[in-house]
């Protein structure tokens, strides 16, 4: 058997494949959820990681992988449409802890601005200078 067909694809070769950095950031936002009858549901919540394709919630609310919902920023008022990604318990909390992304990436929904991934080579050329 191949080893390298064995990694999931985010680690082939040891480098991180992800499409967009990731941030820890807590936003508040409000996700809503269709039902088949037309019921919307509601729930509160904040971000704990975000990223420019998706982002990371805790949620008391019961949703699971390849269910769409839209996800509303807070502050700005900004929905998108969103699937889940995936679900598990929350260690530290009664709910969930889920892995969303966005129908299409949105890096302007989050408040900040995603750094260059080069960012980290001159920080470390910048120390080396200093000592």
Known sequence: MDPQKTLPEA?????????SERVMLRVPVL????ANEGIVTEE??????????GGLLSLEMDVSAGQQFVLTNSKTGIS??????????????RGL???????????DFWPIVFPPKDWQALESQVTAQEK
Do not use: M, W
Not at 31 to 34: F, Q
């Open 11 to 19: 680690t082939i070769h040891g480098v991180d494949k992800r499409r």
């Open 31 to 34: 996700l809503s959820v269709t």
């Open 44 to 53: 509160a919540t904040y971000t704990e990681v975000v990223n420019a394709h």
């Open 80 to 93: 998108r449409e969103c699937t889940v990604v995936r679900t598990q318990q929350s260690p530290a909390r």
């Open 97 to 107: 802890v889920v892995a969303f992304q966005f129908e299409t990436p949105c890096p």
